[in-house]
Nanobody, 124 residues
């Protein structure tokens, strides 16, 4: 049983960097051939894939967010993190981390395990 838990500040000021960490238990983030994604959802919108880090450490990002997104990992802690720079109120969303099985060429999903999600509000 794999469990994922998001953590980080729930309020970020405009122009600052949003930083979240996903802690994984019950499975290793280095196990072949899983992928580890960040996904967000805003009211009235569908899910938006942000990016992912693969079991081998390689990263992939949504083209629309790539310029201000960075995903990294700490294998000793079995964690991976998201940094989204220069945020605006449009970045307000519930942010999820999820494990993907890597069959989708773009989002590296589908996803079999999800965190509960964490609300992040961008406001001054």
């Amino acid at each position: 049983q794999v469990q994922l838990q998001e953590s980080g500040p729930g309020l970020v000021k405009p122009s600052q960097t949003l930083s979240l960490t996903c802690t994984v238990s019950g499975g290793s983030i280095t196990t072949s051939y899983y992928t580890w994604s960040w996904i967000r959802q805003s009211p009235g919108k569908g899910l938006e894939w942000i990016g992912a880090i693969v079991y081998d450490g390689s990263t992939h990002y949504s083209p629309s967010l790539k310029s201000r997104t960075s995903i990294s990992r700490d294998t000793s802690k079995n964690q991976f993190s998201l940094q989204l720079a220069s945020v605006t109120p449009e970045d307000t969303a519930v942010y999820f981390c999820a494990r993907g099985i890597g069959t989708f060429r773009y989002t590296l999903g589908p996803y079999d395990y999800w965190g509960q999600g964490t609300q992040v509000t961008v406001s001054s």
